[in-house]
């Protein structure tokens, strides 16, 4: 199995440029998030869907959009690219909420995007 | 607000020796703990989880984890480390919300 696919792995933006990292899974999961890992941050949720269709923000959602038409597609866009956005980004998936016993994440490898 | 805390930002032990890794949680309610570890450039991988029952969890590659809440604790230990455990670990909190709430993470170093 693929389990969560991100693409690009790496890529550098100028300032006010804009692009959409790709999140794919192959596992049905219903639960979907975007995180940012900042070097002794650990993990922030940026956005996440508990569903297709369904979208909600997270803990630093400012800058990024989502949305999610299928069960297995979670694109995260960032619109106006800011050096403060130079981070790495990494999708995950669920079956089921984190508060369940069914809420394991699993992660893509991560994409690590750099503002110029 | 909740809020997981990792004291050690690194620590390094030689090959062969036993290991714990500290994490203390801020929560409200009966937390779900978990253990992720990060390999270098790789997601992040389940090691443990904690719900309810038995306060010392089994995970994989040997590794365990005791849920003391008096201490608001949930530390990770391995009797004796391989020099593949080198890796970042993050100590976890699931609350409502859809929200992991991460720790800031140890990294592990193993001398050989």
């Known amino acids: 199995n693929a389990g969560v696919t991100q693409t690009p792995k790496f890529r550098i933006l100028k300032i006010g440029q804009s692009m959409t990292l790709q999140c794919t899974q192959d596992?049905?999961?219903?639960?979907m998030y975007w995180y940012r890992q900042d070097p002794g941050m650990g993990l922030k949720l940026i956005y996440y869907?508990?569903?297709?269709?369904?979208?909600d923000k997270g803990e630093v959602p400012n800058g990024y959009n989502v949305s999610r038409s299928t069960t297995e597609d979670f694109p995260l866009r960032l619109e106006l690219a800011a050096p403060s956005q130079t981070s790495v980004y990494f999708c995950?998936?669920?079956?089921?909420?984190?508060?369940?016993?069914?809420?394991?994440?699993?992660f893509g490898e991560g994409s690590r995007l750099t503002v110029l | 607000a909740q809020s997981v805390t990792q004291p050690d930002i690194h620590i390094t032990v030689s090959e062969g020796a036993s290991l714990e890794l500290r994490c203390n949680y801020s929560?409200?309610?009966?937390?779900?703990l978990f253990w992720y570890v990060q390999s270098p450039g790789q997601g992040l991988q389940l090691l443990l989880k904690?719900?309810?029952?038995?306060?010392l969890v089994q995970g994989i590659k040997g590794f365990e984890a005791e849920f003391k809440r008096s201490q608001s604790s949930f530390n990770l230990r391995k009797p004796s480390v391989h020099w593949s455990d080198a890796a970042e670990y993050f100590c976890?909190?699931?609350?409502?919300?859809?929200?992991?709430?991460f720790g800031p993470g140890t990294r592990l170093s193993v001398l050989p």
């Open positions: 995950a998936s669920s079956y089921g909420g984190v508060d369940t016993n069914t809420g394991e994440l699993f």
């Open positions: 596992m049905n999961h219903n639960y």
């Open positions: 869907s508990v569903g297709a269709g369904i979208t």
């Open positions: 929560y409200g309610a009966t937390p779900y």
């Open positions: 904690y719900f309810s029952g038995d306060t």
């Open positions: 976890a909190v699931g609350n409502y919300g859809q929200n992991f709430v």
